[in-house]
């Protein structure tokens, strides 16, 4: 069996090389896979593709093409389908990603042969080439929306979830390195690597018991966090190493200082390293105390990001109890990171259900004075997604556009220019005009939008 495995050209929204590392792993799993004879991987969401070339990808007709979809890339995945239809129609065609994996649903008016919803997509993707050689049943699929002769979809229940050791690493000699390291260029995009450095990205653990509604993990990774040996962590650095020159480590994880005991022995092991690696990560305020953060500092921890998402009492009430986090615990860390030389970014949530502007305000304040990197995204109530939506609703989840009707009391204009504006200018600006204190943001309430 041939296989085809593609991120479709597309302009990113954002970009987080981690994101993509998933992708890559997918690619090295399928390759182990007995029935398979050829695993063909290309990322050409990073501006560096044309549909010429993806056109001689598909004319080498694979027996199967593995589209990897996002919130963002709705029609680069309908013209990739197209093309495919086209060009090689007996290929059977797949798609996995984050955006099927919270709602498979929404991708059935697509002309898909199957799509993966829950579980490892490794694992799904794994059954459905398969499936495809004749070695398994369709009832013994899983994980799966499954086309009918009649063009519906047969549910095949909840995906699987893989341990870590069955995870593949990606392959060090395929991933476009140099291309994620220029999107991360220029720092003024905030994007999640470090500017001028480059960045290998291996993923530690999946799955998230916080289940917030704003996070896609918990949808399409479980609620149970798996977590991959500190020894493979490393091995593979070591490995890549022969591959790619790269500066530091991105620690890819929801939620990194889950398990402190695996931190504190990961912190012991890669200080120790003869590579003397530098690395970077991000977790949560609550898991984050001063000997941990040292541990961290010892074994050049570069940067700390934290969900802080906001400081407005009203929003945090509707968090879950681990991300309503004091005040006082924000200013510590920062104390403990910037004596520790650890650069801490805040990211912070806009438009939160509850959220005020005079609580927006409150928040910005705080993270500028305790002198962090203020990463902002829009809120996106994933929870809130349907099946019947219409592609620009869902093209709306991409976290840059605001989806709700109500903007904190702004209008769409201050929203967007807090988001995306020159943003010491534009917080000069707005903290001036909002009130200052933790009381009047209680007191404020939730105003109306001055104009949609």
């Known amino acids: 069996m041939k296989i085809l495995a593609l ?48 056109a001689r990808e598909l004319a080498r007709e694979p027996d199967l093409l593995a589209i990897h979809n996002e919130f963002d890339t709705l029609h680069a995945v309908r013209s990739l389908v197209s093309y495919c239809r086209e060009i090689s129609p007996q290929t059977r065609i797949v798609t996995f990603g984050r955006a099927s994996g919270r709602l498979a649903g929404f991708f059935k008016r697509y002309d898909f042969d199957a799509i993966v919803g829950a579980g490892d997509w490794e694992a799904a993707l794994g059954q459905y080439a398969e499936f495809l050689a004749n070695a398994r049943p369709a009832d013994q699929l899983s994980g799966l929306l499954l086309r009918n002769a009649d063009g519906g979809f047969t549910d095949t229940g909840p995906g699987s979830y ?23 260029e220029n720092g003024i995009l905030e994007f999640s690597g470090l500017p001028r450095l480059r960045e290998l990205p291996i993923t530690i653990a999946r799955g998230c018991p916080l289940d917030c509604d704003y ?27 022969q591959f790619y020159d790269f500066d530091y480590i991105s620690t890819y994880a929801p939620t990194f200082t889950l398990k402190r005991a695996w931190v504190m022995e990961f912190c012991r092991a890669i200080a120790a390293n003869q590579a003397e690696y530098r690395w970077k990560t991000c977790t949560t305020l609550h ?27 009203r929003a945090q009430a509707l968090l879950p109890t681990l991300k309503r986090i004091p005040e006082d615990h924000l200013r510590d860390v920062a104390r403990w990171c910037s004596e520790r030389g650890i650069e801490l970014t805040c990211f912070v949530i806009l438009g939160m259900p509850g959220q005020s502007a005079a609580g927006l305000a409150h928040t910005f304040r705080v993270v500028r004075d305790i002198g962090a990197r203020i990463r902002p995204t829009a ?9 019947d939506m219409d592609e620009e609703q869902f093209l709306r989840q991409s976290r840059q556009i605001v989806s709700s009707d109500s903007v904190l009391g702004l209008s769409r204009r201050d929203f967007y220019q807090l988001e995306f504006g020159d943003r010491d200018a534009v917080l000069d600006r707005f903290l001036e005009s909002t009130p200052s204190t933790i009381g009047r943001a209680r007191d404020a309430g939730t105003t109306q939008p001055t104009s949609t």
Do not use: I
């Open 287 to 313: 898991h984050l105390d001063e000997p941990l953060l040292d541990a961290m500092a010892r074994s050049r921890c570069l940067r700390v990001s934290v969900g802080l998402e906001t400081l407005d009492s």
């Open 379 to 387: 809120y996106t109530p994933y929870h809130q997604l349907r099946e």
């Open 7 to 54: 991120w479709p050209p597309e302009v990113p929204s954002y970009f987080n090389a981690g994101h993509h590392n998933t992708f890559w792993e997918v690619a090295a799993y399928l390759r182990r896979l007995p029935f398979v004879r050829e695993v063909r991987a290309f990322d050409a969401g990073v501006l560096n593709w044309t549909w010429a070339a993806v």
């Open 215 to 241: 996070c896609l993990v918990p949808s399409y990774q479980g609620l149970r966090e798996r977590r991959r040996s500190v020894a493979a962590v490393l091995e593979y650095a070591d490995r890549a190493r």
């Open 162 to 184: 893989l341990p870590p050791e069955e995870w593949a690493f990606p392959d060090p000699a395929e991933v476009p390195w140099d291309l994620y390291n220029r999107l991360y």
